[in-house]
């Protein structure tokens, strides 16, 4: 069975700090991991998808990577603002369903 | 624009009633999914539908009914044997490998 975990739990940064969001997963064999932002009592929007086939993708700030040998993917954060406070998700997809990580809460003090 | 939409957004249920949380898709995308979220915790699937009349349980279906009768929409009962069903309940598409998923905004139930 799938495991996804995400470390920390909690994260608490300064304005302008660079970071970087960890998300691994038991099973490598995986279609593809999404990583999502939720604001609180929001749905999921999608930040990055990355196919078992890619190593990395980038959208403006953000940049994920993905190591399915190792089970592993980050999500850096360049120059964090007090906006991208939210929780951010990763899921692993395959089987025909996805394995959600229970998420990283990231605040980012002004 | 294409999206995924929940109805209603917060919903109020008494004990013993069934209620219908509504979800509608226009991204004509072929499987919906059902979760649930608790506070402080990860999502955890319900039901899933890859292709209309078709649907799987998925971790926690105890409780919960689906329908998949057109290719958007895809609504859940939560049912009174569903005994804590507080919970934010979220819906959401798949488009493909390289697509991912959509999701909708949620619908907060609360048992009163």
């Known amino acids: 069975k799938q495991e996804v975990t995400q470390i920390p739990a909690a994260l608490s940064v300064p304005e302008g700090e660079n970071l970087v969001l960890n998300c691994s997963f038991t099973?490598?064999?995986?279609?593809?991991l999404q990583w999502f932002r939720q604001d609180p009592g929001k749905g999921l929007t999608s930040l990055l998808l990355i196919q078992s086939s890619q190593r990395e993708q980038t959208s403006g700030r953000l940049n994920a990577s993905l190591d399915k040998s190792s089970g592993r993917s980050t999500l850096y954060i360049a120059a964090s603002q007090p906006g991208d406070s939210a929780t951010y998700l990763c899921?692993?997809?395959?089987?025909?369903?996805?394995?959600f990580g229970d998420g990283t809460t990231l605040t980012v003090k002004p | 624009d294409g999206g995924i939409t929940q109805s209603p957004k917060y919903l109020f249920r008494k004990e013993g009633q069934n209620v219908t949380l509504s979800c509608e898709q226009n991204l004509n995308h072929d499987a919906m999914y059902w979760y649930r979220q608790d506070p402080g915790q990860g999502l955890r699937l319900i039901y899933y539908s890859q292709i209309v009349n078709d649907f799987q349980k998925g971790d926690i279906a105890e409780g919960y009914s689906v329908s998949r009768e057109k290719k958007e929409s895809f609504p859940l009962t939560v049912t009174s044997a569903q005994k804590n069903p507080t919970a934010f309940y979220l819906c959401a598409s798949f488009r493909d490998r390289a697509g991912g998923y959509t999701f909708g905004s949620g619908t907060r139930l609360t048992v009163v």
């Open positions: 899921a692993v997809f395959n089987a025909g369903k996805s394995t």
């Open positions: 099973d490598s064999a995986i279609y593809n």
